[in-house]
C-alpha cells in the first residue's frame, strides 16, 4: 500500500527539502528477496553506495523501535542479496538527532523466526482484526483497514 500512502511520500518529501543535496547524491533502490517461499521487498529512498549507509528520515518528535526495525529489514534484505556490511542512519530533523543502526546476529535470527508468521498471516482466509491502535494512524494500511469506517 506504500505507493498510495500519503504519509510516505510525505516521508519522501520530508528527506528530500531537508537534505536537499541527497537527493541528487544518493540512490533510490528496491530489494527483493525470496525467504522461506516468502516474497520479501523493501524499497530505499536514499542509499549511499559508497558508504554502504541507508538514510532514513523520520518526522516526529521520537524515536521508535520500529524506526530501526524498518532499516534493519532493509539491511537484512542486502545480506539476502550477498551485500554485507550496510549499516543505517535514522536522521530525526524536528529532534536534531541521528541513530546509527547495526544489524546483529540475534537480528537476522529474529527476522528469520518472524517471516514464517507471516507466511501465515498472508494464508489465512481473512485478515488479522484491526489493532484499533494509535499506531493505525499512521500506517499505510490504514484506509484498508478502516475502509468500513472512513
Ligand atoms: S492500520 Fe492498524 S490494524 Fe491495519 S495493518 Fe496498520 S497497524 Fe495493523
Known amino acids: 500500500m ?11 518529501l520530508l528527506h528530500e527539502t531537508s537534505y ?3 537527493a541528487e547524491k544518493y540512490q533510490e533502490i528496491e530489494l527483493t528477496a525470496i525467504y ?8 530505499i529512498d536514499f542509499y549511499n553506495a559508497k558508504e554502504k549507509i541507508i538514510h532514513e528520515t523520520k518526522r516526529g518528535k521520537t524515536t521508535e523501535d520500529a524506526h530501526e526495525w524498518q532499516v534493519k529489514f532493509y539491511i537484512w534484505l542486502f545480506t539476502l542479496n550477498g551485500i554485507e556490511g550496510v549499516t543505517g542512519k535514522i536522521e530525526y530533523p524536528k529532534l536534531r538527532k541521528t541513530t546509527t543502526v547495526f ?15 507471516i507466511s501465515a498471516f498472508i494464508q489465512q482466509d481473512k485478515c488479522p ?3 484499533h491502535s494509535k499506531i493505525c494512524k499512521k500506517c499505510a494500511y490504514y484506509e484498508l483497514c478502516y475502509i468500513d469506517e472512513v
Open 2 to 12: 506504500e505507493h498510495t500512502s500519503a504519509i510516505v511520500y510525505d516521508g519522501k
Open 20 to 22: 536537499a543535496q541527497r
Open 36 to 43: 522461506q517461499n516468502v516474497s520479501l521487498t523493501g524499497k
Open 103 to 117: 544489524f546483529t546476529e540475534p537480528d537476522r535470527v529474529y527476522l528469520e523466526e518472524i517471516v514464517p508468521n
Open 129 to 131: 482484526p484491526i489493532l
